[in-house]
Nanobody, 116 residues
Framework: QVQLVESGGALVQAGGSLRLSCVASGRIRSINAMGWYRQAPGKQRELVASTHSSGITYADSVKGRVTISRDNRKNLVTLQMSNLKPEDTAVYYC???????????WGQGTQVTVSS
């Protein structure tokens, strides 16, 4: 089993910045994909950014405003967000996966609220 704990969510004004962190623990060997997803009220969960064996993927809606990074020694993945917009308001979830065997793990989520 893999445990993911997110932190860093907050209430910020439009144009502000936030850094989200996710620490993984447990049976993390061969976790080769980690990323951030978000879910706004009444909407489906969507990809924000992910880092995997093929590289890094960003959603079009956040390109240029978001940077994902991973520190394997610390079992940490971070999401640096800038120029935040009200439409970025959502619960942000960390995800870890072993795509080759179909394992997927989710954190509990951290709330990001951007006021206009």
């Amino acid at each position: 089993q893999v445990q993911l704990v997110e932190s860093g969510g907050a209430l910020v004004q439009a144009g502000g910045s936030l850094r989200l962190s996710c620490v993984a623990s447990g049976r993390i060997r061969s976790i080769n994909a980690m990323g951030w997803y978000r879910q706004a009220p009444g909407k489906q969960r969507e990809l924000v950014a992910s880092t995997h064996s093929s590289g890094i993927t960003y959603a079009d809606s956040v390109k240029g405003r978001v940077t994902i990074s991973r520190d394997n020694r610390k079992n940490l993945v971070t999401l640096q967000m800038s120029n935040l917009k009200p439409e970025d308001t959502a619960v942000y979830y960390c995800k870890a996966a072993r795509p080759h065997i179909g394992d997927t793990y989710w954190g509990q989520g951290t709330q990001v609220t951007v006021s206009s």
